[in-house]
């Protein structure tokens, strides 16, 4: 078993962090909570990779616009500390391992403390297109969040989830561009059975909509199958798509290395954002041409 510890005030994350000392490689996971082996895929890495881990369950309100589910975003604490204890008990390779749970239940302060006032932000056409045309300000809520988590926790290697592909690579360019010496590692998509990629809004979904979600996977694979048949008819496909089911948010086929349009490249990605009542959901598929 490793050495788990909970901490909910950034006050306490931060003795932990000086305690752990400057020279010791740093895993770190960041969510939103509310787990499903998604979230636990990336710690099972980071327990494979590293002795100290940090990993934290933050709902950040800064990545909702006001009419987003902020506040019905689900929040299941308990539950969450006991799967990360069981991929603790199962994963762990060294019983030293030490696993600290950031969860700042009280509040918001804890992250951006009365007086936070700094934006970080990417620009670009990577913060401009697909998720970002409906969620104008969400990438830089997300970039605000993890700049200010990364420099409370300063990580070796920070772990994200492809699911949210866009997400990844505005993360990779923010580390980039503001030197930070921090590796940013993309875990492959985890799905159910039924091939819908895990994610914690599936729980808005009855269970007609579970059915009907799956129109998103299973496009993508169609995109994939036609394009190692017969390119030719992409174009068409997708357009059919985008006009016969107004549930398509966004359905597109980009380089995989920057969103940037197709050219010749042979690691390309089918990226969508489906919608299934009030549930917006999005997926993406990597294919080698
Ligand atoms: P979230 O709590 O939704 O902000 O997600 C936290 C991290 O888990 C992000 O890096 C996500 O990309 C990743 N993640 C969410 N769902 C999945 C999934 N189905 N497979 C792999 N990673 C995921």
Redesign the pocket.
């Known amino acids: 078993m490793s050495y788990l510890q909970v901490v909910t005030k950034a006050d306490e994350l931060l003795k932990i962090r000086s305690e752990v000392g400057d020279d010791v490689d740093i895993g770190f ?6 787990l ?1 082996q ?2 636990i ?2 710690l099972e890495e980071a327990l494979n990779n590293h002795k100290v881990i940090f990993f934290s369950i933050f709902v950040n309100p800064k990545q909702f616009a006001p009419n987003e589910d902020y506040s019905k975003y689900p929040r299941t604490l308990r539950e969450d500390l006991e799967k990360i204890e069981r991929a603790c008990e199962r994963d762990c390779k060294d019983k030293n391992t030490q696993v600290v749970v950031f969860a700042p239940e009280d509040g918001v302060g804890e992250v951006f403390p009365k007086g936070y006032a700094t934006s970080i932000s990417v620009g670009g056409r990577i913060s401009e297109i697909l998720c970002a045309k409906s969620r104008p300000n969400h990438f830089a809520g997300v970039t605000t969040v993890v700049y200010r988590l990364f420099a409370m926790i300063r990580p070796t290697v920070a ?6 592909y866009q ?2 690579l505005i993360v990779k360019k923010m580390t980039e561009d503001m030197l930070l010496d921090i590796i940013i590692k993309g ?5 159910d059975n039924d091939g819908l ?4 809004r599936n729980a808005y979904l009855t269970a007609e909509e579970r059915k009907v979600a799956l129109i998103l996977p299973k496009t993508l694979n169609e995109i994939k199958k036609l394009i190692l048949e017969s390119e030719s008819e992409l174009e068409k496909f997708i357009s059919d798509k985008l006009l016969q089911d107004k549930r398509w948010d966004y359905l597109q086929v980009l380089n995989a290395n920057d969103l940037q349009p197709l050219n010749r490249e042979k690691e390309i990605i089918a990226l969508g954002a489906f919608r299934v009542g009030n549930t917006r959901l999005i997926d993406n598929l990597l294919i080698y041409r």
């Open positions: 996971v960041p969510t939103m909570g509310n499903h998604g979230h895929s990336l772990y994200f989830g492809m699911k949210d997400q990844m875990m492959p998509i985890v799905r990629a895990l994610s914690s």
